[in-house]
């Protein structure tokens, strides 16, 4: 059974850039969702996708857009970058909508923005 | 606005002493609980969950939550800590309906186990 995946590991960016973020789902979960983890703070829900669609969105703007494939791999996109956009991204694959059972976690995508 | 809080930031046990992680959230309808671990250098992972029925969850590694609605709280024990246990801890909550959903993380827990 694969694990979550996510790339790359580490990513520099400058103000105003953009940039796409990408995860692959563990075997089998049709459900991926992304986090933004501040440092020293829990993480933060961006969105979720189901079945190729959002099914639940975070307090985020939107510049911070995604998508889902049909294998359910995902990509987190973020337009005009802000240095407040620094942090660890996570990407967590689940079976079924959000409700449902535990989500699984990929080592996240460490983003810094000069 | 949905929050949770988590009450202690930091804490310091020996090894066999008892341990209790307060957790509290701020929702009226219906939630789910979690906690979820990450030990170090690794990637988060589920402790326990709460969806319905008992409100004493048992999780992993003996560790046991207790849902208390009339106080919103989510509550993380385990009787006797080890070494092992040393870890960051959050508890979670999601809340809403079919596409509406949030799933809001507290500030986590570090917790230190001496030996």
């Known amino acids: 059974e694969t694990g979550v995946t996510q790339s790359p590991t580490h990513l520099i960016k400058t103000r105003g850039q953009q940039v796409t973020l990408r995860c692959s789902s563990q075997?089998?979960?049709?459900?991926v969702s992304w986090y933004q983890q501040a440092l020293g703070q829990g993480p933060q829900f961006i969105f979720q996708y189901y079945r190729e669609e959002e099914n639940g969105r975070g307090n985020f703007p939107p510049r911070f857009s995604g998508l889902q494939f049909p294998n359910y791999s995902s990509e987190l996109n973020v337009n005009a970058l802000e240095l407040d956009d620094s942090a660890l991204y996570l990407c967590a694959s689940s079976l079924g909508g959000l409700r449902n059972n535990e989500q699984f976690f990929g080592p996240g995508t460490r983003l810094t923005v000069l | 606005a949905q929050s949770v809080s988590q009450h202690n930031h930091h804490v310091i046990l020996s090894e066999a002493a008892s341990l209790e992680l307060g957790c509290n959230y701020s929702y009226g309808g219906t939630v789910n609980l979690f906690w979820y671990v990450q030990y170090p250098g690794q990637h988060l992972q589920l402790l326990l969950k709460y969806f319905s029925g008992d409100p004493l969850v048992k999780g992993i590694k003996g560790f046991e939550a207790e849902f208390i609605k009339s106080k919103f709280s989510f509550n993380l024990r385990k009787p006797s800590v080890q070494w092992s246990d040393t870890a960051e801890y959050f508890c979670?909550?999601?809340?809403?309906?079919?596409?509406?959903?949030?799933?809001?993380f507290g500030t986590g827990t570090r917790l230190k186990v001496l030996a």
């Open positions: 979670a909550v999601n809340a809403g309906t079919s596409g509406t959903y949030k799933y809001i």
């Open positions: 075997s089998g979960h049709n459900t």
